[in-house]
């Protein structure tokens, strides 16, 4: 413990306060010295975040106090000061939501984010981070998204996909709807759910905020809108009429009347005071899944799975314009601010600007790689933003077509999109269940992560403990140089997703499978391709050697198990016994036995020489994903997507203990090489360090995706882990 931290846990509750209020203190008075000194201080912001009377949001407060104008009086003796602040600001807002729910994670998160900047406070600020004694995951590298770039906040809480957003006339607040079946009310600010809206009995798939911004429409898979107060979060009126999925709303401008669009092929015009279905829309051939008004309250335009907008007067609810051009569905429409363009996005993976009067195709944008989902233009007109399943959004120039900038961050396709009122920032809704601010202004992102363009699925360590190879689904294996983290090699030759790694035991070759059904054997330093091995009906998704490095195991999706000759690539046996996918193998210490995982949620024991079923594990309610054995052999772990992982007697198939803590799906577990420890990465983007004999969570690191594998180096400490973002995490083990 520091002096800081020795003295600071002595005092009294009162003298605690009047610490940890000290910079508003400083500013007030005009003492920027000792305000900085403050504000760099790592154990004083440790103190402020883990005290029960301030917090995370209280410390960042804090740093808003650089705008003072006494403190600023000779802003040119102090910008860089200024800006370091600014820096440290940032940091702690990214990961504000992160530290809302486990504090124990500061250290972690600002090396995270800040090892690489050569600011002399900083470094200093991380050295003493660095010197706490609890136990902790210690990242050896700037692995997460550093501040200064586009990335502001992120707002958590949902638990299913976020499927739309809009923000409230006064620009103060924002509400997203959910997969969860509920909406939530946001403070743009502080990311603080303020309220959530229960009600809906399926998805939420859209919402509208009345013009006077105190009521709220809900568009739901249910078949239903909703009319809700605001402030109390009432659930006044349901309207009732559509006969299938509701996916899109809109309000008149006067506030008077709604527009629903429907999997039922339908637009339907509501009254909102009384709830009465004024009209319907009939016209288009599938569902309906965009709807937006002109600002005269004169005329609606649709988008349909039908490949069309349509141009509708509201009035009569003929059918005036229809718009052809797209070759997959439409999933968004949007107006320019001058009413004349509309702008539609689609499945194709293109949006398209339109002339309104005349229905002709303006323009084309092309360069996102999956579904656009969402488009919304900037209060001048000039911009657009996109959003896509391929995880990204994008900036483009409305005049030219070009690609301005592409906004990384998010883990899983992007739903929607709104922009603040001064359109400076904009808020994205994904189906990774958050929403993310980001600074539409800010420079370009000045730190680009190398690694894999995809997930990161499989990790292993050479022998020697120097070096990594990593597969992923990008159809690429790559080798890593642990000690820096440098990106030595990339090795090419599946047609598909990578998603089985190991080493020979010389570590000379390096065996990999692959959804291309296919492992391979190719020399770890030239990749040259040496051996394919064929027989698997579907993908392969792990492969384990047996003791002596001749032969290997293979899992797949095909169900089964095969032993394989290494040297002559003859397949010597299949294991059959499970009805479905098989995700993970390895073999007991003893060289004798196998252990399987299955998306048939068991475990199974198999007797390698005759490939008999000894012994399978019930007790996971879902698939099981990863196995592990203890040293001795005597113990298996497995990790499963019911957010589990259990402890079993190998010899009995007693559930021995199970691990409670991580919040979704486990894909991977690594032990330490004493065996009393053990790693676990999960799709709720979190490793966790675990206590084998007691159970008990001893550490946490979270990232921005979810991890998809692990593995510990050979020094016991080292712990390398891949994620579906394609980045690979180095971290340390500390304290433990």
């Keep these: 413990m520091s002096s800081f931290a020795e003295k600071f846990a002595q005092l009294s509750l009162s003298d605690q306060r009047t610490i ?56 040119e003796d102090n910008a860089e000061q200024v800006e370091t602040l600014k820096l440290i600001q940032q940091a702690l807002r990214l990961s504000a939501h992160i530290l809302k729910k486990d504090k124990m994670q500061l250290a972690g998160q600002l090396c995270g984010r800040m090892q690489h900047f050569e600011v002399r406070e900083i470094e200093a600020m991380l050295k003493v981070a660095k010197q706490q004694v609890l136990p902790w995951l210690r990242p050896l590298t700037s692995n997460l998204i550093s501040p200064g770039g586009s990335l502001l906040l992120t707002l958590t809480g949902h638990s299913n996909s976020v499927t739309a ?51 709220v429409i809900s568009a739901s898979g249910d078949k239903t809108l909703k009319l809700w107060n605001l402030e109390t979060g009432e659930d006044e009126r349901t309207f009732h009429g559509h006969s299938d999925k509701v996916y899109a709303v809109a309000v008149t401008p006067d506030g008077k009347q709604v527009i629903s669009a429907s999997n039922d092929t339908t637009l339907k015009l509501w009254n909102l005071e009384t709830g009465e279905d004024e009209r319907t829309f009939h016209g288009h051939s599938d569902r309906v899944y965009a709807v937006a008004v002109t600002p005269d309250g004169k005329q609606v335009i649709s988008g349909s799975y039908d490949k069309t907008l349509k141009l509708w007067n509201l009035e009569t609810g003929k059918c005036e314009r229809t718009f052809k051009g797209h070759n997959d569905r439409v999933t968004a429409v949007a107006l320019t601010p001058d009413s004349k363009q509309v702008i539609s996005a689609s499945n194709d993976t293109t949006f398209k600007l339109w002339n309104l009067e005349t229905g002709k195709c303006e323009r084309t944008f092309k360069g996102h790689s999956l579904w656009v989902k969402a488009v919304a233009l900037t209060p001048d007109g000039k911009q657009v ?24 961050g998010h883990s899983d396709g992007v739903n929607a999109v709104a922009l603040t009122l001064d ?125 002596d490095g001749k032969q290997m195991i293979s899992a797949s999706n095909d169900n089964t ?70 040293p001795d052999g005597k ?25 409670h803590g991580h919040s979704d799906g486990v894909n991977a577990v690594a032990l330490t090489l004493d065996g009393k420890q053990m790693i676990s990465a999960s799709n709720d983007s979190t490793l966790k ?28 400490v080292t712990i390398v882990a891949g994620e579906s973002s394609g980045r690979v995490h180095f971290l340390r083990l500390e304290n433990v």
Excluded: M
Excluded at 61 to 73: A, K
Excluded at 480 to 501: I, M, P
Excluded at 638 to 659: C, H, I
């Design 165 to 215: 957003v809009v923000l409230t006339p006064d620009g103060k607040q924002v509400i997203s709807a959910s997969g969860d079946k509920t909406l939530k009310l946001w403070n743009l600010e502080t990311g603080e759910d303020e309220r959530t809206f229960y009600g809906h009995s399926d998805w939420v798939y859209a919402v509208a905020v009345t013009p006077d911004g105190k009521q």
């Design 635 to 659: 113990q298996v772990i497995s990790g499963s997507w019911d957010n589990t992982l259990k402890l079993w007697n190998l010899q009995t198939g007693e559930d021995e203990r199970t691990f």
């Design 423 to 547: 359109g400076k920032q904009v808020i994205s809704a994904s189906s990774d269940s958050t929403l993310k601010l980001w600074n539409l202004k800010t420079r370009e992102d000045e730190r680009t992560f190398h690694g894999h363009s995809a997930w990161v699925i499989a990790i292993a360590l050479t022998p020697d403990g120097k070096q990594v190879i990593s597969a992923s689904s990008d159809s690429t294996l790559k080798l890593w140089n642990l000690q820096t983290g440098e990106d030595k090699h990339t090795f090419y030759g599946h047609s598909d997703r990578v998603t089985a790694v190991a080493l020979t035991l010389d570590g000379k070759q390096v065996i990999s499978g692959s959804w291309d059904n296919t492992l391979k054997l190719s020399n770890l330093k030239t990749g040259e391709d040496k051996r394919t091995f064929h027989g698997h009906s579907d993908g392969v998704n792990a492969v384990a050697l047996t003791l």
């Design 20 to 75: 940890l209020i000290d910079p508003r203190v400083k500013a007030k008075i005009g003492k920027w010295k000792p305000f900085y000194k403050r504000l760099t201080d790592f154990n004083f912001i440790d103190a402020k975040i883990n005290h029960s009377d301030f917090g995370v949001q209280s410390i960042i407060e804090d740093y808003d106090l650089i705008n003072d104008f006494e403190l600023l009086n000779k802003p």
């Design 561 to 630: 198990l095969k032993l394989w000759n290494l040297q002559t690539g003859k397949n010597k046996r299949t294991f059959h016994g499970h009805s479905s996918s098989v995700f993970a193998v390895a073999l007991t210490p003893d060289g004798k036995q196998v252990i399987s995982a299955s998306n048939d949620n068991t475990l199974k024991l198999w007797n390698l020489q005759t490939g008999k079923n000894k012994r399978t594990f019930h007790g996971h309610s879902d698939r099981v994903t990863a196995v592990a054995l203890t």
């Design 689 to 716: 360090l675990w206590n084998l004999e007691t159970g008990e969570e001893i550490a946490t690191f979270t990232g921005e995706a979810p991890f998809e594998c692990c593995a510990v180096a050979e020094d016991g």
């Design 385 to 408: 933003i996109s959003d896509s399943w391929d995880n990204t959004l994008k900036l483009w120039n409305l005049k030219t077509g070009e690609d301005e900038r592409t906004f990384h």
